[in-house]
């Protein structure tokens, strides 16, 4: 509890006080660098997408681009059960609680090396046949299977990252793990542009170049919880499980991950649908993707702060500060990303012309624009409110909901209303409908459940 308190009180300038004073300089000083961190992490792929659709072919491109939902729901479960990290740990920091920091600290640790070696067992070993799961065509497949492959040789190194700054976020550091992306971020940029360009490699150079990038960034954030103060220093020759915070973690962080294994699973039957349009289609959803996940961080680094936030200080008893802090997110967010979607709506041409020189492709990546991204901002009501109630300690609520809400919904529409009406853009509207109906279900249970948690927890004080 002693250190704890000497890191609340020194003022440090690397780490956000989240129970006193202001909020909003404190929330936007929190989210921005997790924006800036979620943008460079997706340019990693979007770099590999952008060399090889520039300086390789469009089939090249199809197969780095047609990898990305494949990837999300092999990860999602292990970066949700981070957020169970990160959760444990800020509630632990609430509570002036250094004992349970340690124990939680080493318990993530464990998990990170751990389902890291399982991802890439499971790469190295199903990518092919999922890849034929997905219809994804004759002429593509071979080369998505090498880029898959290799690229889940570098998934121990991303769980590390992953669960190390959560740690991070957890004491209010989103600096730091933002500058080692910055460093990974030039390795891999560097990396491509030598192994494609100077040393004419395919997808398996930009493959590798991401597993290089990784490692950096893994070695940077290990390095950076070693020499952390105590409760948080990270012991390397003590990294063991901890079966009490081994529990907690998962009863926030599974159902978390199994949304986020849902969520891409719906995405799978979306993209296997877009596979059915041709390679130029496959490559124009895959340039459009990158700027549909770039303004997802925006969305994504203020659901994170509200998690962070909302558990501190539901710790130590602020509830009017967590209706403050959840408030605050859902303007914020809602408000940055909509400027930022119309801006690349406005620009869709342009902006889809830096991934490819190929008309078509060009054509199909405007046209995902215009009917997925102009919505997005939708998203930020159910991200923002299902965030608030995993820091309230209720995970599998906004799980159950979304699963519903987007993942059902994705699901019916690609399997009855696809086949009738089979067109691009009728594919793609299902997009903003699950955002909608998503976002009013979470929201109404949001509301509902933290009116009865904060009045039970006053009256029992």
């Not at 602020?318 to 119309?342: A, P, T, W």
């Not at 793609?428 to 699950?434: K, R």
Request: a positive charge.
């Amino acid at each position: 509890m002693q250190e704890v308190e000497k890191m609340i009180k020194s003022g440090n300038t690397v780490r956000v006080d989240m129970l006193h004073g202001p909020l909003l300089g404190k929330i936007m000083v929190f989210a921005l660098p997790l924006i800036a961190s979620g943008i460079l992490q997706q340019s990693f792929n979007a770099v590999d997408v952008a060399v090889v659709g520039r300086f390789c072919s469009s089939h090249a491109l199809a197969a780095v681009g047609s990898n990305g939902a494949l990837i999300n729901i092999m990860v999602n479960l292990f970066l949700g059960i981070s957020v169970g990290a990160n959760v444990v740990i800020a509630n632990y920091i609430g509570r002036r609680n250094d004992s349970g920091i340690r124990r939680a600290v080493s318990t993530a640790t464990f998990i990170a090396l751990a389902s890291g070696l399982l991802l890439m067992l499971i790469g190295l070993l199903f990518a092919r046949p999922i890849l034929e799961m997905m219809n994804t065509p004759a002429d593509v497949i071979e080369l998505a299977s090498l880029y898959l492959r290799i690229y889940f040789l570098g998934m121990p190194f991303m769980m590390v990252y992953n669960f190390g700054a959560a740690i991070m976020r957890s004491m209010g550091d989103t600096r730091r793990p933002f500058y080692a992306l910055v460093i990974a971020g030039i390795v891999n940029t560097c990396l491509n542009l030598l192994l494609v360009i100077v040393l004419g490699m395919g997808v398996e150079g930009v493959a590798i170049a991401t597993v290089i990038a990784n490692g950096v960034n893994a070695a940077i954030i290990v390095w950076l919880l070693c020499r952390e103060p105590e409760p948080f220093c990270l012991n390397l020759r003590n990294i063991k499980i901890e079966q009490s915070e081994l529990k907690k973690i998962l009863q926030i962080g599974v159902p978390a991950g199994v949304q986020g294994m849902v969520f891409s699973f719906a995405n799978i039957f979306i993209q296997s649908t877009v596979n059915t349009f041709g390679a130029a289609a496959i490559a124009g959803s895959a340039a459009a993707l990158n700027y549909e996940s770039y303004c997802y961080f925006i969305i994504s680094a203020f659901a994170q702060s509200t998690v962070a936030f909302v558990s501190q200080n539901y710790g130590a008893g602020e509830h009017q500060r967590c209706r403050r802090v959840v408030r605050l997110c859902m303007m914020l967010s809602m408000g940055i990303s909509l400027v930022l979607n119309l801006l690349i709506v406005w620009q869709s041409r342009l902006c889809a012309g830096i991934f490819s020189t190929s008309p078509e492709v060009i054509d199909f990546a405007a046209r995902r624009i215009h009917v997925a991204l102009m919505f997005q901002w939708i998203a930020c009501s159910y991200e923002i409110s299902g965030a608030a109630l995993r820091g309230l300690g209720h995970s599998m609520t906004p799980t159950v909901i979304t699963i519903f809400g987007t993942c059902v919904l994705r699901l019916l529409w690609v399997y009855f209303v696809s086949p009738i009406y089979h067109s691009f853009e009728v594919l793609l509207i299902v997009y903003p409908i699950s955002w909608l109906v998503t976002g009013i279900a979470m929201l109404l249970t949001y509301r509902a459940i933290e009116r009865r948690m904060f009045a039970t927890r006053l009256r029992s004080v």
